[in-house]
T-cell receptor, first 113, second 112 residues
Framework: NAGVTQTPKFRVLKTGQSMTLLCAQD?????MYWYRQDPGMGLRLIHY???????AKGEVPDGYNVSRLKKQNFLLGLESAAPSQTSVYFC????????????FGPGTRLTVT | KNEVEQSPQNLTAQEGEFITINCSYS?????LHWLQQHPGGGIVSLFM???GKKKHGRLIATINIQEKHSSLHITASHPRDSAVYIC??????????????FGKGTHLIIQP
């Protein structure tokens, strides 16, 4: 039982490049989330999904797109990376909404130069 | 938007001391989460509570819904407790799963 996994763990991009971060969970959770963590700030929600085929915007969605084609996977895409997207990205999943424990992935450290 | 304040921001203590971390928030909530972020970056959920008190090993979390305040206590602290502790009140508006607002965290160092 791997829990929540994220790939890649580290990535360096040049401004304007694109990439996709993959999150996978094996707990059959309905809810999945993408957060970013920046120095001196709390975690902030980028996008989330309440089930397969559904996604919604969070607090800081601009510059990102997501897809949830399979229940166990939640993809975060950056179409044209900007230095402001340099951050640590965490994926999380939960059985149901905020009254249930969230399980976090190990994080992806992204640097955009 | 829920404003979340944690105190202290940084805390250094000696092994064995009793630790208290406080969390205040501005909007009524349905639940509150306490998370631990290890020095390597991984985040784990410690507690989710909506009233009263919960205990897990040497960790105790309390919440006062009326006063919009929660505390995390660590008894008999140990160097392995060194981590960032994050408070995250959860408010469900009926609009979806987006309900957590995260504090900036309390950086705890326990010295042997």
């Amino acid at each position: 039982n791997a829990g929540v996994t994220q790939t890649p763990k580290f990535r360096v991009l040049k401004t304007g490049q694109s990439m996709t971060l993959l999150c996978a969970q094996d707990m059959n959770h309905e809810y999945m989330y993408w957060y970013r963590q920046d120095p001196g700030m709390g975690l902030r929600l980028i996008h989330y999904s309440v089930g397969e085929g559904t996604t919604a915007k969070g607090e800081v969605p601009d510059g990102y797109n997501v897809s949830r084609l399979k229940k166990q996977n939640f993809l975060l895409g950056l179409e044209s990376a900007a230095p402001s997207q340099t951050s640590v990205y965490f994926c999380a999943s939960s059985y149901s909404r905020e009254a249930y424990e969230q399980y976090f992935g190990p994080g992806t450290r992204l640097t955009v130069t | 938007k829920n404003e979340v304040e944690q105190s202290p921001q940084n805390l250094t203590a000696q092994e064995g001391e009793f630790i208290t971390i406080n969390c205040s928030y501005s909007v009524g909530i349905s639940a509150l989460h306490w998370l631990q972020q290890h020095p390597g970056g991984g985040i784990v959920s410690l507690f989710m509570l909506s009233s009263g008190k919960k205990k897990h090993g040497r960790l105790i979390a309390t919440i006062n819904i009326q006063e919009k305040h929660s505390s995390l206590h660590i008894t008999a602290s140990h160097p392995r407790d060194s981590a960032v502790y994050i408070c995250a009140p959860a408010y469900y508006s009926g609009g979806g799963a987006d309900g957590l607002t995260f504090g900036k965290g309390t950086h705890l160092i326990i010295q042997p």
